[in-house]
Each structure stands twice: as C-alpha cells, then as structure tokens.
C-alpha cells in the first residue's frame, strides 16, 4: 500500500528532514527515515545544531568535547569540528540516495557561520573550507540571500562548489538568487568546470511569512484583511515557482542547461505550521509541483506520513489566483516589500542568536572538560 510520503515523491517533490544530531545518525533513526518516509536529504542551521549539541539527554558529543577541550580547541574549532563530523557522516548515509537519484538528492547542507551574513569575502573564504574539509560531492554549503551573499554565491558556484541559498522570502530578491546561480555557472563554465556536478536549491520560506503578514491582517482588522489570512504565504511561494519556470526556460538559463548544468530547485522551507487553526500539513499538500524540495521538521514529516492528502501538483494552476492575493493584500494596507525585508533581518538575528548562544554552551564544555 502506498503512504503520503510516497506519494509525495511520485509527484516529484524531495523529501528532505530539517533536523540533524549525532543520536539520529548513530541510532539508524536517518536511516529508518530514508527506508520508511521517503527521506532523500537533510538541511540543518545554527539552531537545529545548537539544539543537538547542548541536549543534556545526549552525550554522543561529551568525548569530542573532551578531545578538543585536551587539545586546546577555540569554541568555533569546537563547534565546526563537530558540526562537520555529523554532516559527514548523514553525506556517507546517504551516499546511495545520491548515486541512485543521478547525484540529484542525497544532499545533506552546512551553514557558514551566521556572523558572516554581512561579508562576502568572509563567506566565500569559509564556503571554500567546509567544502575542502567535509570533501563529499553531495555536500551542500549554506549561504544567506542577504545583500552580501549574493556575490558570494555566485563565487562559490563559479569554483564549483554546490550551494543552498538560505533565507529567501521575496520574489525580487528569489529573482536576484537565480542571477546569482547563473553567474556563477558561467563563471564555471569558463574556467572548465563540469557544470553537471554543481548543483543548488534556493529555500523559499513560507510559514513565517504567514506569521508576520497574519500579524499585520490583524491589526488592520477589517473583513476584507480577515478574509486573506494565511493566504500570502502559499500564494508567495506558487509566484517563485512560476518565477522558476519562466527564467529557466529562458535563452540564458538554456544554454547552461545544454552545457550540462542543473537547475537550481526551489526549496520549500520554514514548512511546519504555527498557527494551530490551520492543516499541520498545508505547507506539503498545497505546495506540491514537479521538481521541488520540502525540508520538513520532523513533526511535518509524520503529520504527512499519517495523513497527508497528496492529489498531484497543487501549485501551477494557481498563478492568477496567488497573483490575486498580493493584488487585495496592497489593497488593505500591506506593505509586503516591508514584510520580507522585516522577515530576512529577523532571520538572520535568529540565527545569529542561536550561533553565540551554542557558542557560549560550547565554551562552557569545554572549560568544564580542561
């Protein structure tokens, strides 16, 4: 019999686990994943690491620790060299999903440090490091879509290097990451790169943008602002995927893509639901199209295992719909540009929060442990 999860990916989307610990990897539970869910990757950050890593119920780290600690291990060392440890060893568990989709999944992402978001050389410097150091070919380096990470994607594509471009949530910034990824392909191109083993995902996020937009409804408290209620964020992400279609279809995208490029997958991501009135599986079931990547938390992830309605591509015959949205959202007052640019900086300090918090955490072990 077939479950959700299967379904999901006949339709063509990638089930990815947002979520990653060295208990997970050590148990078999990833393993489990991949055999019983349907999961062919896996994206962490900064605070799905922090949460692993200062869990007091796991002790998988505490002989790592004491290792760096002897050695006199900075709490960044510490921190990379575990990070990196794990992320390695989740590419080596899914190394057979990589061979078997065609090096197409099996992708498991690290982040470069969250302090970075605002240097370009920084991130190119550290993207360069995790891709030496972890050295899997289905490694993904993370890498925010602010302002400055843009050249700095488009570099590290261009040196060959497979990126996931994080924190995405406007369609004129989504149209800038795709700039990106062709600039730095023919970068690569140029320089005699194998354009076929780059790959990129670009994460679209969709449940924080209901959040802050349902917020601001709110506020306004009219029916007409009531009545468009956690539409904005399904109705942005179905208008990155026609995005998607349209530039990949275009002259330059195509000539690229006959060079034996591959197209940088939209990415679902921030996809577990926060507001308890709505369908625990509305970010799966209402975003189902033909190439794309779901990262689920691992409560997403069962919720559609158990009762996740699948009826095949949900996204491309909702454009005029989804464009309808934002035409009645600035209609009521919303000002979405300031939405998404509120929603990047907010991400970004969060990250950045989680990242000194494990930090100190780390310190503390590490000191603990000399």
């Known amino acids: 019999m077939s479950t959700p999860t299967a379904d999901l990916a006949a339709a063509g989307v990638s089930i ?18 991949i055999e019983t869910r349907n999961v062919t990757g896996v994206t962490t950050n900064p605070t799905i690491f922090a949460n692993a890593i ?26 990379f060299a575990a990070t990196t440890q794990d992320v390695g060893a989740a590419l080596d568990v899914f190394r057979p999903v990589w061979e078997a989709s065609g090096h197409v999944d099996g992708r498991v992402s690290i982040e470069v440090s969250p302090d970075l978001a605002h240097d370009t050389e920084g991130t190119v410097a550290q993207a360069k490091d995790l891709w030496a150091r972890i050295d899997r070919p289905n490694l993904l380096v993370k890498i925010p879509a602010t302002k400055a990470g843009l050249p700095a994607i488009a570099e590290a594509i261009g040196a060959g290097i497979s990126v996931n471009v994080t924190l995405i949530f406007s369609l004129e910034r989504y149209a800038e990451v795709i700039e990106a990824y ?76 006959d060079a034996g490029a591959n197209l940088q997958r939209p990415l679902w991501a921030s996809t577990g639901v926060k507001d308890p ?44 719909e989804s464009h309808e949205v934002f035409t009645r959202l600035k209609a009521v007052g919303i000002d979405f540009d300031d939405v998404t640019q509120v929603l990047e900086d907010e991400g970004v300090a969060k990250f950045i929060d989680s990242w000194h918090g494990l930090l100190a955490q780390v310190t503390e072990g590490l000191e603990a442990a000399r």
């Open 16 to 33: 990815w686990l947002d979520d990653l610990s060295r208990t997970r990897i050590n148990s078999g539970n990833l393993q489990q994943l």
């Open 54 to 79: 200062t869990d007091a119920n796991d002790t998988s780290y505490d002989a790592q620790v004491h290792e760096l600690a002897a050695s006199g291990a900075s709490a960044v060392d510490a921190v």
């Open 182 to 257: 062709l600039t730095g392909l023919e970068t690569a191109k140029a320089a005699g790169l194998d354009l076929s083993s780059i790959h990129s995902v670009a994460s679209f996020f969709v449940s924080r943008v209901d959040t802050e937009t349902d917020k601001r409804l709110a506020a306004i408290g009219t029916d007409e602002a009531e009545a468009l209620r956690s539409k904005a964020g399904l109705a942005n992400a179905r208008l990155a995927y026609e995005l998607f279609e349209k530039t990949f279809a275009g002259d330059r995208a195509k000539a690229l893509l």
């Open 277 to 320: 009135n709505l369908p625990d599986t509305l970010y799966v079931t209402e975003l189902v199209a033909p190439g794309v990547v779901n990262t689920m938390p691992e409560k997403t992830l069962e919720a559609t295992f158990d009762h996740g309605v699948i009826t095949g591509d949900t996204v491309t015959s909702t454009y005029e």
